[in-house]
């Protein structure tokens, strides 16, 4: 079982830029992969960006070029470097980790006025 939590989140102006955390329970070396979804109010959840154990990425179209996923695997923590921010980029922000099963984190809020 893997819990995780982020961080991170807040009120930013469009332009400007937040960094998340995910920080998990266990090594994440041993985790298929950690992955960052987002969901807008009235909106269904959607993938953002996803690192692999063996440090592979990908990221949504709408993301990429801005947003960044790394992981610290001695912190056993993932973070999402999120630049030139949008307001269509406000959502709570949820970290997911792929073990056998998919263990959610409670999500962190991102706001970004125009």
């Known amino acids: 079982q893997v819990q995780v939590v982020e961080s991170g989140g807040g009120l930013v102006q469009a332009g400007g830029s937040l960094r998340l955390s995910c920080a998990a329970s266990?090594?994440?070396?041993?985790?298929?992969?950690m992955n960052w979804y987002r969901q807008a109010p009235g909106k269904q959840r959607e993938f953002v960006a996803t690192i692999t154990s063996g440090g592979s990425t990908n990221y949504a179209d709408s993301v990429k070029g801005r947003f960044t996923i790394s992981r610290d695997n001695a912190k056993n923590t993932v973070y999402l470097q999120m630049n030139n921010l949008k307001p269509e980029d406000t959502a709570g922000y949820y970290c997911?980790?792929?073990?056998?099963?998919?263990?959610w984190g409670q999500g962190t809020q991102v706001t970004v006025s125009s």
């Open positions: 266990r090594d994440i070396f041993n985790i298929n992969a």
């Open positions: 997911a980790a792929v073990r056998h099963l998919v263990y």
